[in-house]
């Protein structure tokens, strides 16, 4: 009899993004007339940049040919894109990463959803909350939680709340908590960007308490202040208590592409029964090169593009769009009377529910009083209750559009 993996059914509802669709799709079918506009989840609006376009046209011309084919390509990446990351997103930043530590993939979050794979069951996890729902599900669905309480937090995973007290970013708990410790800065879904002292207290914390902290660095690309640490390698130590992963979805509109790295120093290491300390990277690179087949060629010419001269440029236009996006529904949203958070260094708004009231009823209300759909902070975990998260990846002209339907019904 094949037995089901019993730790799937602790997991509360249908995840967070599909029960969305679910209740958007039930109401366009109920009002097929409805103009929707779509500010729930963080998919990218615009085109890919022309730089983009041009590379990947390129390279299927090679592939076209006999002396261009390629078949599998290597696990871990192709060394053109190797080599542009480590430049550009570290060296220009005074961090030196080798090659062998860099792990090119097909996404960020199945990254972080798959870190949890070369890690004991018994490890202690820790979370941000609100947090981004791959890093709890995919630790319920390996065993290293009990069954929800009655406010959606499960047993065995210890949840650090960030709130407005603490800038959304909360300090590390005791010496010895946890084992492993989810952080993701610039945060979704509050916004919120940790800066170099509060993710020194974290490097500090891991390496006294002989952690891991896997740092989920995807929105790096929208810190606007140059003096914020993009990477967390920027803080000294963090090479050997961290792994960090970076994606090229929305910085350079990859969504519907699929690529992005990880990054494991030789540095970082964990333990076995017997006390023996084995390098992470050596781990995670035996499962890449047993699950994975490598990111396709013509989308790794793509990334590499995203680092010449005319794809930073364009890449970061549009950037800077998004980014203007946020300035307007964080200020228009603001002028009417709503508390907002988030939206300067990411392209979310985290807002209040007017009393703090129910999110869940705060996203029925947006959708069928101004066809406007967000995300409940309830989907992000408990302490997300009573706010509710908007996306700024939308048209300017929808999202001017969104503003005025919002302010007009709830201002």
């Keep these: 009899m094949a037995h089901v993996n019993e ?10 993004f599909p029960e969305i669709g679910r209740r958007v799709s039930s109401y366009a079918e109920a009002q097929p007339d409805a103009d929707l506009i ?12 022309p730089a983009l376009v041009a590379a990947l046209r390129a390279a299927c011309d090679e592939m076209g040919s006999a002396e261009g084919f390629r078949g599998y390509g290597p696990e871990n990446g192709y060394d053109f894109l190797v080599d542009a990351i480590r430049e550009h997103d570290y060296r220009e930043r005074c961090v030196e990463i080798a090659a062998d530590e860099i792990f090119v993939s097909d996404g960020s979050k199945q990254d972080s959803g798959n870190i949890q794979e070369i890690l004991a069951p018994e490890c ?18 390996a065993g290293r939680a009990g069954a929800p309480d009655d406010e959606g937090r499960y047993g065995g995973i210890l949840y650090l709340p960030a709130t407005e007290a603490n800038g959304f970013f909360p300090d590390p708990p005791a010496q010895g908590a946890a084992d492993v410790v989810y952080l993701c800065s610039p945060n979704n879904p509050t916004g919120s960007v940790a800066s170099a002292t509060a993710l020194g207290r974290w490097v500090e914390w891991a390496l006294a308490s002989d952690a891991l902290v896997v740092f989920d660095a995807a929105y790096a690309a929208f810190i606007q202040d140059p003096a914020l640490p993009r990477s967390i390698y920027e803080i000294p130590g963090a090479e050997r208590c961290a792994v960090e992963m970076r994606s090229f979805s929305k910085r350079a509109g990859f969504t519907g592409l699929r690529c992005a790295y990880t990054v494991i120093p030789k540095a970082v290491t964990g333990a076995t029964s017997s006390g023996e300390r084995i390098p992470l990277a050596r781990l995670w690179n035996r499962r890449h090169a047993t699950k994975f087949n490598a990111v396709p060629y013509p989308i790794q010419r793509a990334a590499e593009a995203v680092f010449s001269p005319e794809g930073r440029k364009q890449t970061r236009e549009q950037v800077a769009f998004y980014m203007e996006n946020a ?14 958070f988030g939206g300067e260094h990411a392209p979310y708004i985290w807002l209040e529910v007017p009393e703090r009231g129910s999110s869940w009823a705060f996203f029925d209300r947006l959708l069928e009083g101004a066809q406007v759909v967000g995300t409940p902070g309830a989907g992000f975990g ?4 009573g706010y509710f998260r908007l996306s700024a990846f939308n048209s300017r002209a929808r999202v001017e559009d969104a503003i005025h339907r919002i ?4 201002g």
Excluded at 7 to 16: C, R, W
């Design 7 to 16: 730790h799937y059914l602790k997991l509360a509802a249908g995840y967070l």
């Design 38 to 49: 779509r500010l729930g989840i963080g998919d990218v609006t615009e085109p890919l940049a």
């Design 124 to 141: 202690r996890i820790a979370v941000t909350d609100p947090v981004y729902p791959v890093y709890v599900d995919t630790n319920v669905m």
């Design 327 to 340: 300035r307007l529904l964080r200020e228009g949203l603001g002028a009417a009377g709503f508390r907002v």
């Design 382 to 385: 408990p302490a997300g209750e």
């Design 407 to 410: 302010t007009t019904n709830f």
